[in-house]
């Protein structure tokens, strides 16, 4: 069964700590997404990543930095966490290609007090 | 830049009948992919169906079809025959083929759709 694992359902972090979310596929997916949802806005883009080492600003990446080391991993950091990134987060994998469909783990509900 | 729009915050419906879930999008590219996919209440993200923009047929899965008006620029979902276990939120989506955009897939708003008995 194919599998994206998010390696935390919830964390709670403090104002200015530095936040890691971890993603792994599976599938030997090439592409890697990381989005953000809340409520009345969807899902948001903030980094996606088709490569190894290669990565791509989505629509909000201000305040997030990504890495993808190897191809199954890929990481979500918040350098110095704020209030306003209290968010669910979703990570995906996808292959390429048009029609690829994204795979979701499970996500990772981040509050920051 | 690719836009996605989902005018319809939430929806009604009775069991057994049909509804149709609204999505609009923007897009400079010529080639790119459309997709919908469901969130029940337990937060999963459930893949429904994709249509690519050089499709010319409508694309269809099960109860689900998609109704693709290229020049309207239109991707509408169609459930038929609607059942209790379909009330979740629903995401249009859209890949884009070329530029910037390419392989950045893009999200509405979501609707959520309640079955009624």
């Known amino acids: 069964d194919v599998k994206v694992t998010q390696s935390s359902r919830y964390l709670v972090k403090r104002t200015g700590e530095k936040v890691f979310l971890e993603c792994v596929q599976d599938m030997d997916h090439e592409n890697m997404f990381w989005y953000r949802q809340d409520p009345g806005l969807g899902l948001r883009l903030i980094y996606f990543s088709y490569d190894v080492k290669m990565k791509e600003k989505g629509d909000i990446p201000e305040g997030y930095s990504v890495s993808r080391e190897k191809k199954e991993r890929f990481s979500l950091i918040l350098e110095s966490a704020s209030t306003n990134q209290t968010s669910m987060y979703l990570c995906a994998s996808s292959l390429p290609g048009l029609a690829g469909e994204l795979f979701f783990g499970e996500g990772s509900r981040l509050t920051v007090l | 830049a690719q836009k996605i729009t989902q005018t319809q915050p939430g929806m009604f419906v009775q069991e057994k009948e049909a509804v149709t879930l609204d999505c609009t999008y923007d897009t400079s590219d010529q080639s790119y992919g459309l997709f919908w996919y469901k969130q029940p209440s337990s937060g999963e993200m459930i893949f429904l169906i994709y249509q690519g923009s050089y499709d010319e047929q409508n694309a269809t899965e099960g109860r689900y079809s998609l109704n693709f008006q290229k020049a309207r620029k239109s991707a509408n979902l169609v459930i038929s025959a609607s059942q209790l276990g379909d009330s979740a939120m629903y995401f249009c989506?859209?890949?884009?083929?070329?530029?910037?955009?390419?392989?950045?897939?893009?999200f509405g708003q979501g609707t959520i759709l309640t079955v009624h008995p």
């Open positions: 989506a859209m890949r884009g083929g070329s530029g910037t955009s390419y392989g950045k897939l893009t």
